[in-house]
């Protein structure tokens, strides 16, 4: 069905698919999404960049340069297909490779994709089997925190002029050379990168507003920081590791256990609740110092609390406007030496170690 007849690009910025074979392709994808019971199905991914082959005609991964046009069509006969077969699948678009395509960039013919995919009468909204939800990857937009935090602002004031698509958070890992700081090469597992990873989500729940974050990749046997969980090579090597394939041995990283601060507490069908910061109330200045974002659960008035301290010092900043049954959070924090550490704290306190992520859980009254 493709130009080319491969499951890459051969580049540019245009869809890989020859005319006329857009309906086989939707049928193709309804066909896949009904074999693995597919709740949601995204078709492109990253349609910004172009993932050409190299002079040798391979790729180093699939890819899918469109327009956003390309998408709209695909989008519509996706829905067609989908909708005739009596399939549940919803459609989720976007996968935009950088979060400033959902507002900036309508010259590319691939940005401004909240306006463009969700206003005129070819919006996405109209297409029965299609979610109003736009999906993005936080690659190249956190580095530095007047950058990170510009561009959520910006993203999530565009959404409310287009009826406030959910967003997702739909791809992220370290990647590349973040500010001098943090880079993709070599491998790092440490606290800093944990926190790192921590940042990037709390700004992209607090200030996006996204309903979904994902990561990229679960397990890694490379050198590489993308990684949650690395396998190196019995001999304790990442080098080999083309010998991990049926065994080796399980390396951590705060990296994942930052992020278990959020995923293990944070669950589907909370809703986010807004935390202030007294003496720091500047969105940027937080980003280098303290964040704390806050989430209900309002069948069971469970309420978390996952606060980020980025400086080397510890901290206990009070707490007012949340009352607690007991008085009492059970707190689990992830530093240097502990992950995700279980123990007890005050409901009149956040109490956070140095270079920490710390989540608190209680019920409210």
Not at 238 to 257: A, M, P
């Amino acid at each position: 069905m493709t130009n080319n007849g491969l499951a890459f690009s051969p580049g540019g910025a245009s869809l890989n698919l020859k005319t006329g074979r857009l309906p086989d392709f939707a049928d193709f994808l309804t066909e896949v999404s009904a074999h693995f019971k597919f709740d949601f199905l995204s078709p492109i991914n990253e349609p910004q960049w172009e993932w050409k082959a190299d002079k040798n005609g391979k790729a180093g991964q699939e890819g899918t340069p469109a327009q956003n046009s390309d998408i709209l069509a695909v989008a519509k006969s996706l829905s067609n297909s989908l909708s005739a077969k009596g399939s549940s699948v919803k459609v989720v678009t976007g996968e935009a490779g950088q979060i400033d395509y959902l507002y900036s960039k309508a010259e590319s013919g691939r940005g401004d994709q909240l306006n463009q995919l969700f206003t005129g009468v070819t919006s996405l909204r109209t297409l029965p089997s299609v979610e109003p939800i736009l999906a993005y990857h936080s690659y190249w937009s956190t580095c530095d925190d007047a950058k990170l935090v510009k561009m959520r602002r910006k993203t999530v004031q565009t959404a409310k002029g287009v009826g406030n698509p959910e967003l997702w958070q739909s791809e992220f890992g370290v990647l590349g050379n973040i500010c001098g700081q943090y880079n993709g090469s070599p491998r790092n597992t440490s606290i800093e990168y944990g926190l790192y990873v921590a940042k990037v989500i709390h700004h992209d729940l607090a200030i996006t507003n996204a309903t979904s974050w994902q990561w990229w990749t679960t397990i890694n046997p490379y050198n590489y920081s993308d990684g949650l969980v690395y396998i190196n090579g019995l001999d304790g090597e990442y080098k080999n590791h083309t010998n991990t394939k049926k065994d080796g041995i399980v390396v951590e990283s705060k990296q994942l256990w930052a992020f278990g601060n959020y995923s293990r507490f944070v669950r589907p069908g909370m809703k986010r609740v807004n935390v202030t910061l007294k003496n720091y109330t500047d969105l940027v200045e937080q980003a280098g110092t303290y964040m704390v974002s806050g989430y209900k659960d309002e069948k069971t008035n469970k309420i978390v609390l996952v606060a980020i301290n980025m400086t080397n010092q510890s901290i206990s900043l009070p707490l007012s406007g949340l009352k607690l049954r007991n008085n009492q959070f059970t707190a689990y924090t992830t530093d240097d030496t502990h992950s995700l550490f279980k123990s007890n704290q005050s409901g009149n306190q956040l109490k956070l170690e140095a270079k920490s992520v710390t989540t608190l859980v209680g019920n409210y009254e």
